[in-house]
């Protein structure tokens, strides 16, 4: 994405362009899959703004509507550009048990109920899958499958 294209971004949900918000943005477009705080950081390297504005330019972004939290993985958020997923549902995630990559998965769709489900009443849909990714299932028959839950 180019600088205009996240100038865009930032204009249309009313948020000044600072350089933490463009180089956060570019980071997650780059990166083109979920991350955490601290994988963005490393991600920008060493010219990174420090992890608190990090964080807070997340939080700006979160609350403007431009990033959300894609899923929770290890007690850490993981956050993407929120293009691809409504107000209320986001695409699906896969997790690979055994290589712990995590791939995006835009093309799937997952019905959001529409009323009540057993009293429940759903405002917001997040779905992650696990399993094996097609990589380490070409490998599956040699090496036994593990979830990333086990100690």
Request: glycine content about 6%.
């Amino acid at each position: 994405m180019e600088t205009s294209s996240i100038q865009d971004i930032l204009t249309s949900a009313g948020l000044r362009k600072t350089q933490p918000r463009v180089t956060v943005l570019h980071t997650l477009l780059s990166a083109g899959i979920p991350l955490s705080c601290d994988q963005i950081a490393e991600h920008i390297g060493p010219d990174s703004p420090n992890r608190v504005t990090v964080y807070r330019t997340i939080e700006t972004l979160v609350s403007a509507g431009v990033v959300h939290q894609a899923y929770l993985q290890d007690r850490t958020w993981m956050y993407e550009l929120g293009h691809r997923c409504s107000e209320h549902q986001c695409h699906p995630h896969f997790t690979c048990t055994r290589c712990g990559n995590t791939s995006c998965m835009p093309g799937v769709e997952v019905p959001m109920p529409t009323g009540p489900v057993n009293g429940y009443r759903i405002s917001h849909q997040r779905v992650q899958w696990e399993g094996l990714c097609p990589d380490c299932e070409s490998q599956s028959e040699h090496i036994p499958l593990a979830s990333p839950r086990d100690p």
